[in-house]
């Protein structure tokens, strides 16, 4: 989605753009990987390699104190809480913006343990123990093996990291996604779980509206052809060229223009002085079959595993065949939820029939004005949803 996002931008100005626009100036953590963001912004970050049950090198990292804390502080047993991305971003785009504006150091100075995943195939997550990057093997997954294996493995290596029991996990967009199937098919996980923090629920597409509804009426033989069968979204030469644009002053308002097609509308709550580092970290690529994945949702409208094209593929992998559906009935853990009226993913619609469905739903506040970026990227963000994330699993702590 974001490589669609950048194409058009190229397209709208490629006529006047070489003649006379001058460079922005650019932030520095646009040419930074998440663990110098971190330090630049003065904390301390630890880098780990998860491997999960079937070969893939996950990195992850951990923020594990605040700014400003005392170091005798250090030490001390603290709530941990997990933070998981959408899909074609990574860890990255949870610190894209200064502390005051950011979710995970936020969550470090009210006192937790922080600490980012990523799926596979992300620029964070490049990684097996035998197989090639560059092979078409190494990209035959969908969403259903980030479920079954991706999540589990993180969680399960920062509960022994940490010596805890539980941990609370926040999820945005994709990341509301993984969790749900996660949860419900994996019981035994979800008891890890203290509570689920859905931002802009991704999860039920059957209403999802804008550009983006388009890719469920192309033919995945199509979109094989087109794209092959490895990654997408990836970072790449070509896109050197369209960071460079995006980074022009002019053209920053039209990217942010496109930002505003593609995921709802909410001009005045994007910070339009961070586009370049934005631009830098988005996208981090996927397999061109999670793409797959989610057009099936947006055209069938259910919340299921992966389908492989005919009764007989499904039969072999399922023993069923049709994919088995992800029964959100059987998502039992704690969930407050966060969405946008103006979100073109994560419809209002499909929203109000994920949250009828989640059994457990402690809160759920819909904002008028949100976008389906303004859960990350959005000024307002610690007004609307940060305080009380911090809030919940500050009352949680003492209940």
Same mark, same amino acid.
Request: charged fraction near 20%; aromatic fraction near 12%; glycine fraction near 6%.
């Given at each position: 989605?974001?490589?669609? @996002?950048?194409?058009?931008?190229?397209?709208?100005?490629?006529?006047?753009?070489?003649?006379?626009?001058?460079?922005?100036? #650019?932030?520095?953590?646009?040419?930074?990987?998440?663990?110098?963001?971190?330090? /630049?912004?003065?904390?301390?970050? %630890?880098?780990?390699?998860?491997?999960?049950?079937?070969?893939?090198?996950?990195?992850?990292?951990?923020?594990?104190?605040?700014?400003?804390?005392?170091?005798?502080?250090?030490?001390?047993?603290?709530?941990?809480?997990?933070?998981?991305?959408?899909?074609?971003?990574?860890?990255?785009?949870? *610190?894209?913006?200064?502390?005051?504006?950011?979710?995970?150091?936020?969550?470090?100075?009210? !006192?937790?343990?922080?600490?980012?995943? =990523?799926?596979?195939?992300?620029?964070?997550? $490049?990684?097996?123990?035998?197989?090639?990057?560059?092979?078409?093997?190494?990209?035959?997954?969908?969403? =259903?093996?980030?479920?079954?294996?991706? @999540?589990?493995?993180?969680?399960?290596?920062? @509960?022994?990291?940490?010596?805890?029991?539980?941990?609370?996990? &926040?999820?945005?967009?994709? !990341?509301?996604?993984?969790? /749900?199937?996660?949860?419900?098919?994996?019981?035994?996980?979800?008891?890890?779980?203290?509570?689920?923090?859905?931002?802009?629920?991704?999860?039920?597409?059957?209403?999802?509206?804008?550009?983006?509804?388009?890719?469920? /009426?192309?033919?995945?033989?199509? &979109? #094989?052809?087109?794209?092959?069968?490895?990654?997408?979204?990836?970072?790449?030469?070509?896109?050197? &060229?369209?960071?460079?644009?995006?980074?022009?002053?002019?053209?920053?308002?039209?990217?942010?223009?496109?930002?505003?097609?593609?995921?709802?509308?909410?001009?005045? =709550?994007?910070?339009?002085?961070? *586009?370049?580092?934005?631009?830098?970290?988005?996208?981090?690529?996927?397999?061109?079959?999670?793409?797959?994945?989610?057009?099936?949702?947006? $055209?069938?409208? @259910?919340?299921?595993?992966?389908?492989?094209?005919?009764?007989?593929?499904?039969?072999?992998?399922?023993?069923?065949?049709?994919? +088995? *559906?992800?029964?959100?009935?059987?998502? #039992?853990?704690?969930?407050?939820?966060?969405?946008?009226?103006?979100?073109?993913?994560?419809?209002?619609?499909?929203?109000?029939?994920?949250?009828?469905?989640? +059994?457990?739903? &402690?809160?759920?506040? #819909?904002?008028?004005?949100?976008?389906?970026?303004?859960? *990350?990227?959005?000024?307002?963000?610690?007004?609307?949803?940060? $305080?009380?994330?911090? %809030?919940?699993?500050? $009352?949680?702590?003492?209940?």
């Amino acid at each position: 989605m974001w490589w669609l @996002l950048r194409t058009l931008c190229f397209v709208h100005v490629i006529g006047s753009i070489f003649c006379f626009l001058n460079a922005k100036p #650019k932030n520095p953590e646009a040419n930074m990987n998440v663990s110098q963001i971190i330090s /630049y912004w003065g904390y301390e970050s %630890e880098e780990h390699e998860v491997m999960t049950e079937d070969g893939y090198i996950l990195l992850i990292f951990r923020i594990p104190h605040g700014k400003n804390e005392n170091k005798s502080s250090h030490n001390t047993r603290r709530p941990v809480v997990y933070l998981h991305h959408g899909l074609t971003v990574s860890a990255d785009y949870w *610190i894209l913006d200064p502390p005051s504006n950011c979710l995970a150091f936020l969550l470090a100075d009210a !006192g937790f343990e922080v600490w980012l995943g =990523n799926s596979r195939g992300t620029n964070n997550a $490049r990684k097996h123990v035998r197989l090639d990057p560059d092979s078409k093997e190494f990209w035959d997954f969908s969403f =259903n093996e980030q479920i079954e294996y991706d @999540l589990p493995a993180i969680i399960y290596f920062i @509960l022994n990291e940490t010596r805890q029991t539980q941990i609370y996990y &926040i999820g945005h967009s994709q !990341g509301v996604y993984l969790a /749900y199937a996660a949860f419900a098919t994996n019981p035994q996980l979800a008891q890890k779980i203290k509570i689920n923090f859905a931002l802009g629920p991704v999860v039920i597409t059957k209403y999802l509206t804008g550009v983006f509804r388009t890719i469920a /009426y192309i033919h995945p033989t199509v &979109i #094989k052809t087109m794209f092959g069968e490895k990654d997408i979204f990836s970072k790449s030469n070509a896109n050197d &060229i369209l960071r460079f644009l995006c980074h022009r002053e002019q053209i920053a308002t039209a990217c942010t223009s496109l930002l505003i097609v593609l995921f709802g509308y909410n001009p005045g =709550n994007l910070n339009e002085s961070r *586009i370049d580092v934005y631009s830098e970290h988005i996208p981090a690529g996927t397999s061109v079959r999670s793409i797959l994945h989610f057009s099936q949702g947006i $055209r069938s409208g @259910l919340f299921q595993a992966y389908d492989w094209g005919s009764e007989s593929l499904n039969v072999l992998h399922y023993n069923q065949s049709t994919p +088995p *559906i992800y029964n959100i009935e059987d998502m #039992k853990v704690r969930t407050a939820m966060w969405s946008g009226e103006r979100d073109l993913l994560g419809d209002p619609k499909d929203v109000k029939n994920l949250a009828a469905k989640t +059994p457990n739903l &402690i809160y759920h506040k #819909k904002i008028p004005h949100y976008n389906h970026m303004d859960f *990350i990227l959005g000024k307002d963000a610690v007004v609307q949803v940060y $305080r009380k994330i911090i %809030e919940f699993i500050n $009352r949680d702590q003492s209940e």
